[in-house]
């Protein structure tokens, strides 16, 4: 049961009229938003399917849950959506070339191809040498502006060997490691 505090409850009624936000000045303000880069994958009646995204996070740890956004746009959509599972495959320092594959146009054979790629329990390709992966079924979905926001349940995980992740920060890749302990 959601227990709700009125005093966060926003006020009933319409909100008064904001100026419209500039697209330049808030693209140009996320690009200081430094994100961790994935490539979400899906297989099964639609298809495997694959894109490199940066808009995911945990939502929470019981059940294990993060979020992912797609723009329904996207050639990838119709896949995703009908497949109802996915992949986060968290990019470690050295994969540049491969978020690149899956954030074009490059046919999926060719994407798939540059990796070493395997199946955990829904069937979605896991990347191999990811600095961790997440294996989940989609649980839920949200409209918001051009992307579907999915709640993805993980139920299987893999987790890399180094320490070292792929970041992207102010319109660039930059490869991050923990300190030594």
């Known amino acids: 049961m959601l227990n709700v505090i009125a005093s966060h409850v926003p006020p009933s009624g319409p909100l008064p009229a904001l100026p419209a936000l500039p697209k330049a000045d808030y693209r140009n303000a996320m690009a200081r938003l430094g994100a961790a880069v994935n490539i979400i994958t899906t297989d099964g009646p639609a298809g495997r399917a694959g894109f490199t995204a940066s808009a995911v996070c945990s ?3 019981e059940p294990p849950m993060l979020l992912v956004c797609l723009n329904r746009s996207a050639s990838v959509y ?3 959506t009908a497949n109802g ?3 986060v495959n968290v990019l ?3 994969h540049q070339a491969l978020s690149g594959l899956f954030g074009g146009k490059t046919p999926m054979d060719e994407r798939f191809a540059a990796g070493r790629w395997s199946r955990k329990a829904t069937g ?14 989609v649980v839920s979905a949200t409209s918001a502006g051009t992307h579907d926001v999915l709640f993805c349940e993980a139920v299987a ?3 890399g060997g180094a320490a070292q992740s ?3 920060f102010d319109r660039r890749y930059h490869e991050i490691a923990a300190p030594p302990h």
């Open 59 to 61: 939502v929470t740890d």
């Open 78 to 80: 119709p896949a995703f």
């Open 85 to 87: 599972v996915l992949c």
């Open 92 to 94: 470690a320092a050295g």
């Open 124 to 137: 979605s390709p896991v990347l191999d040498d990811a600095a961790a992966s997440f294996d989940c079924r």
């Open 157 to 159: 995980i893999a987790i």
């Open 166 to 168: 792929l970041i992207y």
